[in-house]
């Protein structure tokens, strides 16, 4: 039975008769250092991922998100870019890329980049320029430099605190030798903040948009897409260090300041320059860390972003009251702009769903089965629910995150910077395991010695890819089917959903005419929400039941109960 509440995702009046790719897409994350090494240095580049094209065009994804992989230090792994319009040597070349491009391309596959504009490498030209000028060099206005304040300017300009911990502020040694001017930072000292404020700074960006849509990307996934301005006096925080405190762009000072709808208004009719040359839509899709949809939907106004990534579905708890006003605020809120909700279960920021789905952490690297559970019920309620969504690479393994990996080999800068393994996230970005009982599990070239960037435990063999393709039950499979179905079936994608009655614990919602998805997030089984074998189900449902903690799908014709 319908409980009489409808939430609707709307395609925009304004769509062509063609409708844009990416409205309904499911694309994979590719953490490009972490997917495949294709020259046996122990690190992924450009050519492993060209070579994993067709292993993700078999899973049945879209498109792919390519984690940066320009020239950079590695100080946050390529989020800390010296050069925008190159390829770090790590990675590839700018051949080898127009290669990946044109082998996505020729299998179906979209390929969209990661692009870093709230700031840039301590080692970018422009920042090494600034330090050379010296106060009043025209370099430092393309940043946030600024006197101390103290008696002999000693103190920092403001009480900012990083995101990654620390003072949001460097003090500079001047050319002369002695301490000098402050640069504002909020991630990490080797990352200083552009100064959007100036034009040559917008100016370049757009050089760099249109750089890559010459090589062909068919979209951008844009770092901090909340960020760029900060107040213009730079005043202190009444709150200096909710960011550091909650890991979070939460400092209305520093984030979400009204002047950055612009930039996406900017960036956007780039993207409809290009796509009215050949009919071929380029995507803009926002990292917008805010605290609300109703926020959020300020980013995906119709000459604006064409999405941004809803993260709050990620952070709610394992509820089906939780889930339900989660998704009805994101469809009220953001599919009320035109645009689809972007849906996101787990990125390169986060702990791997099983683990964090698990209710206790894991022990020697098995989540166990309840948070496998979770984590396959709620992969089938995020490929359900209309709109688009992404997937982290290894999620498709059911990958728990790797909790126990010693100190010395951390390289995250917020574990370097706090002394805290609180928000480290190199766990979830252990290379991917793809054959084979010991590491490297295929990882790097064949013969190589090299080990792998971060080391692979010996549990992963238990999730290696070419395991999970040959076990019909595997997390792998489940990704696969599911996105079969969703490729055919008309009621998935864009569209409609419909809220049913259910009992306590239990999420149930009919799409377009007759797909029925149900999630039981309690432990006990429950009666069916409508008659019949699940068309797929992300564990073996007995006739009439839906076990705890499971999804599924169902055709159903009302007309026949």
Request: include cysteine; proline fraction near 9%; charge should be negative.
């Amino acid at each position: 039975m319908e409980d009489g509440s409808s939430t609707a995702a709307a395609p925009s009046p304004a769509l062509t008769a063609v409708r844009p790719w990416w409205r309904d897409a499911v694309v994979y994350q590719v953490y490009v250092r972490s997917f495949l090494d294709s020259t046996g240095d122990g690190v992924g580049d450009l050519a492993g991922v060209r070579a994993g094209l067709p292993y993700l065009r078999k899973l049945g994804v879209d498109g792919i998100w390519l984690s940066p992989f320009y020239p950079s230090p590695q100080h946050d792994h390529g989020y800390d870019v010296a050069d925008y319009t190159a390829v770090d040597p790590v990675y590839g070349d700018l051949a080898e890329f127009d290669r990946l491009v044109a082998d996505a391309h020729r299998l179906g596959l979209r390929t969209v980049v990661d692009i870093v504009p709230n700031h840039c490498s301590s080692a970018h030209p422009w920042f090494r320029r600034a330090l050379a000028e010296g106060p009043g060099g025209a370099s430092r206005s393309l940043f946030h430099f600024a006197d101390g304040r103290g008696e002999h300017g000693e103190l920092p300009p403001n009480n900012w605190r990083a995101m990654f911990g620390g003072s949001a502020w460097s003090r500079v040694t001047e050319p002369d030798g002695r301490p000098g001017q402050w640069y504002l930072h909020l991630f990490t000292p080797e990352q200083p903040d552009l100064n959007w404020r100036h034009p040559r700074v917008g100016e370049h960006f757009e050089h760099v948009l249109r750089f890559w849509l010459d090589r062909g990307v068919d979209g951008f996934r844009i770092d901090v897409a909340a960020g760029l301005f900060k107040h213009p006096e730079l005043p202190d925080s009444p709150d200096p260090e909710a960011d550091e405190r909650t890991r979070d762009s939460v400092n209305p000072l520093a984030w979400n300041r009204p002047e950055v709808h612009g930039v996406w208004r900017r960036w956007r009719a780039i993207c409809e320059e290009y796509t009215a040359r050949d009919g071929r839509e380029r995507l803009l899709v926002g990292e917008v860390s805010v605290p609300t949809p109703a926020e959020q939907a300020r980013y995906v106004r119709p000459d604006e972003l064409h999405q941004a990534f809803f993260f709050h579905l990620l952070s709610a708890p394992w509820s089906a009251p939780a889930f339900r006003t989660t998704i009805a605020e994101a469809l009220r809120d953001i599919a009320g702009t035109g645009s689809t909700v972007t849906w996101v279960l787990n990125n390169h920021d986060q702990v791997r769903t099983v683990t964090r789905y698990a209710g206790g952490g894991v022990e020697a690297g098995a989540a166990g089965h309840l948070g496998a559970a979770r984590a396959r019920a709620a992969a089938l309620l995020m490929l359900a629910l209309p709109g688009a969504a992404y997937v982290y690479q290894g999620e498709e393994l059911g990958l728990p995150e790797v909790v126990d990996l010693p100190d010395e080999v951390l390289t995250d800068p917020i574990f370097h910077r706090t002394g805290s393994r609180r928000f480290v996230r190199d766990g979830c970005r252990v290379p991917l395991p793809w054959s084979g009982h010991a590491s490297p599990f295929g990882f790097t070239a064949e013969g190589s010695t090299a080990r792998p960037w971060l080391p692979q435990p010996a549990w992963f063999a238990e999730h290696s890819a070419d395991r999970a393709l040959l076990d019909t039950g595997s997390f792998w499979h489940l990704y696969r089917d599911a996105l079969g179905l969703r490729a055919r079936l008309p009621q998935l994608g864009e569209g409609t959903l419909r809220w049913l009655e259910a009992p306590p614990g239990v999420l149930a919602f009919v799409r377009g005419e007759g797909l029925v998805c149900a999630v039981n997030f309690g432990e006990e089984p429950v009666p069916a929400p409508v008659p019949g074998q699940p068309l797929l189900s992300s564990t073996t449902c007995p006739p009439g039941l839906l076990p705890g903690n499971t999804a599924a799908w169902w055709v159903h014709d009302p007309a026949q109960s």
